[in-house]
């Protein structure tokens, strides 16, 4: 049975960090591309990064630059190091396996003074 489990969201000040992990649950699972995906109120799921099986990455326009996706496939996780935080930033972050129908339970992640 394949899990996704998130963690690491939060309440952080406007330019702050924080870093999100999400725990896949099947060593096989090192061969797939992952994705951070994130849904503000009112709005439509969106995509901001992925990391492919080789590491490669690409994210969306608004976190290039601040936002970092890693893997560490010893761990079975993926990460995304978020920086400079942004009041627009705060959405609900999930954790994707990228052709698939998996999806994590998703953390929230809140940019507020």
């Known amino acids: 049975q394949v899990q996704l489990v998130e963690s690491g969201g939060g309440l952080v000040q406007p330019g702050g960090s924080l870093r999100l992990s999400c725990v896949y649950s099947?060593?096989?699972?090192?061969?797939?591309?992952m994705a951070w995906y994130r849904q503000a109120p009112g709005k439509q799921r969106e995509l901001v990064a992925i990391?492919?099986?080789?590491?490669?990455?690409r994210y969306v326009d608004s976190v290039k630059g601040r936002f970092t996706a890693s893997r560490d496939n010893a761990k079975k996780t993926v990460y995304l190091q978020m920086d400079s935080l942004k009041p627009e930033d705060t959405a609900v972050y999930y954790c994707?396996?990228?052709?698939?129908?998996?999806w994590g339970q998703g953390t929230q992640v809140t940019v507020s003074s």
């Open positions: 994707h396996i990228e052709q698939s129908n998996y």
């Open positions: 990391i492919t099986s080789g590491d490669g990455t």
């Open positions: 099947l060593s096989r699972l090192i061969l797939y591309d």
